[in-house]
């Protein structure tokens, strides 16, 4: 597969191959600051073309396709919407911060491979510093019906002091630790397979730890399958990590590091996370699923530094 590349400069890049619009990374959005504002990849596509990435949803506005949203970061809300507080449930405060494109740092395509890297600035909603990150994102082939987004991330902490990553779960919500790369799959996909290496099932798997989870799901008109695997790098903390999945409200994929424990980074300190996002044509089946985590293994293996 061939890739071609489009730069908007100061927005977006979209990267293709042949006549199908793979993905559109926004980096620079015009998003609402209640949304709590950073890069996001939507529209994502198969190689056949298939949409499989949902964009500001109505009972979630916040979700934009594919995103790094991270709901606790200290008192910081950069997943989106009201914050969970104990006692109160879900409340809308004065919290929600940005992460802001500060300069893009690579930007190749080599035919086979698409390379993009560059900073951001996490920002209070007040505008004060709270995280400076180095984030690169690298499209490979996978096979003649599959590619992969290879994902990676390194966060340091700029505030001052300590930040703890959590979720509401950590906060006291039973499992609802949701917070990481984030992704929301299209209305049809609602009602699909949710797949672990122990096997298919549904939203009785959410809270299971696992090196990988997929989803395999339906598309509306055409009544075709697509299917979705994450992968979790074995260096990443908290590796293998607790999945946030949903199939019966809607289609969703989480690898959650802060599941159900918070991280405690020092000011000055990194953290460093990567993952394989593979995207395939048709429904692989629990097999043909697992090829594609394995794949998308391999291509970590072969990625490049943030």
């Not at 890049?13 to 950073?38: C, I, M, N, Q, W």
């Not at 990150?133 to 690298?138: A, G, H, I, V, Y």
């Not at 990676?152 to 300590?162: H, I, K, L």
């Not at 918070?262 to 395939?280: D, I, M, N, S």
Request: charged share 20%.
């Amino acid at each position: 597969m061939t890739f071609h590349v489009n730069h908007e400069l100061g927005r977006s890049v979209t990267v293709g191959s042949a006549d199908v619009e793979l993905f559109v990374y926004t980096y620079r959005p015009d998003t609402p600051v209640l949304e709590s504002p950073k890069p996001y990849l939507h529209p994502v596509r198969t190689r056949g073309g298939a949409l499989v990435s949902l964009f500001r949803p109505h009972d979630h506005v916040w979700h934009k396709g594919i995103a790094w949203s991270l709901p606790h970061v200290g008192e910081h809300n950069f997943w989106g919407g009201p914050t969970y507080v104990p006692g109160s449930f879900y409340v809308q405060l004065d919290n929600n911060g940005s992460a802001v494109h500060r300069e893009m740092t690579r930007l190749t395509a080599t035919g086979d491979r698409v390379e993009i890297g560059h900073t951001l600035d996490w920002s209070s909603q007040a505008g004060e510093p709270v995280v400076g990150e180095r984030r690169s994102l690298t499209a490979v082939t996978v096979d003649d019906a599959a590619w992969a987004l290879l994902f990676d991330t390194t966060m340091t902490n700029v505030s001052g002091a300590a930040l703890a990553f959590g979720s509401p779960t950590t906060k006291g919500r039973e499992n609802a630790g949701y917070g990481g790369l984030f992704w929301r799959g299209p209305r049809s996909f609602t009602g699909g397979v949710i797949q672990s290496p122990a096997g298919a099932g549904g939203d009785e798997l959410r809270g299971t730890r696992a090196e990988w989870f997929g989803f395999r799901g339906r598309h509306d008109e055409t009544g075709d399958w697509s299917t979705i695997v994450m992968v979790d790098d074995a260096a990443n903390p908290r590796h293998p990590p607790q999945w946030f999945a949903r199939s019966e409200d809607f289609a969703c994929l989480c690898p959650a590091p802060f599941f159900s424990e918070e991280v405690e980074l020092p000011h000055g300190e990194t953290l460093r996370f990567r993952y394989a996002v593979v995207l395939a044509d048709g429904d692989r089946g629990e097999d043909g699923t697992a090829l594609l985590a394995e794949r998308g293994r391999s291509a970590l293996a072969g990625g490049v530094p943030a």
